[in-house]
């Protein structure tokens, strides 16, 4: 259940980012779902993993976990999105909408 929550924030924040970025096919709606299906419970399971330390732990969340997802779900985007989006840069700011969100939502709740 603790890997719930963080998935329902991320679909909710990165569909909507989708969404206002001009996806509008199912099937594309479809692929970032099921990819952040895919990478958001891998993420917060190797989160649980790291040591409490605020500093080291921020520092490889974002400076090694995240760039991880960004190129993951860059390589799924890549073969299988039907928008003229770039998928690099789907993944990308679809990704940093996730991270800046979550971290709003935390300090609001």
Do not use: H, Q
């Not at 974002?62 to 779900?73: A, H, N, Q, R, T």
């Not at 990308?92 to 996730?98: K, R, T, V, Y």
């Amino acid at each position: 259940m603790i890997f719930l929550y963080p998935l329902v924030l991320t679909l909710i924040i990165e569909l909507a980012a989708a969404y206002m970025l001009g996806v509008r096919s199912r099937r594309s709606f479809l692929i970032i779902f099921l990819a952040n299906c895919f990478t958001n419970p891998l993420l917060t399971i190797a989160i649980s993993f790291l040591p409490a330390e605020a500093l080291m732990r921020k520092l490889i969340i974002y400076g090694i976990f995240e760039p991880v997802v960004i190129l993951s779900e860059f390589l799924i985007y890549r073969y299988d999105l039907e928008e003229d989006i770039k998928p690099f840069r789907l993944s990308l700011i679809l990704n940093l909408a996730s991270v800046l969100g979550g971290l709003l939502w935390l300090s609001i709740f």
